[in-house]
C-alpha cells in the first residue's frame, strides 16, 4: 500500500516481487520505475530488515561464461558475499561472479545427488 501512495499512478502497479539471496533482495525493475529505484530500494530495505541488509537491481543483461549480470545497489550495505543453505549445503559465493535463481533449487538437488 505504501508503495502505492508514494509512486504516481501511471506506475501503478508498484514492484513487489524480489528474489532473496542470503542478506540481499534482488529486484528486477522494469524501466518506469527506474527514476525511483533509490526510493524503492529503501522502502524494501525497510520493509525487509533485519534478514535484509542489502538491496539490489539487475542492471544490465545476463552474459558470459558463467552468465551472470550487472547489479546495483540501490540501498543498505554494498556487500555481495552472500550465504545460502539448501538441504544443509552451506554455499558461499560473491553474487556478482555467481548466477544464482531460487527457483533452480531442484536442479542443484539433482546435480549434488547424482555428482557428490
Known sequence: RLLSTLLPPHLHPPPSSYEQIGHIAHLNLRAPHLPYK??????F???L???IRTVVNKSGEVGGPYRTYPVEVLAGEED???NVTEHGISL???LRKVYWCTRLEGERTYMIEREF
Open 80 to 82: 555481495y558475499a552472500v
Open 38 to 43: 533509490h526510493l524503492l530500494g529503501r522502502l
Open 92 to 94: 558461499r559465493f560473491d
Open 49 to 51: 530488515s533485519p534478514s
Open 45 to 47: 530495505l525497510d520493509k
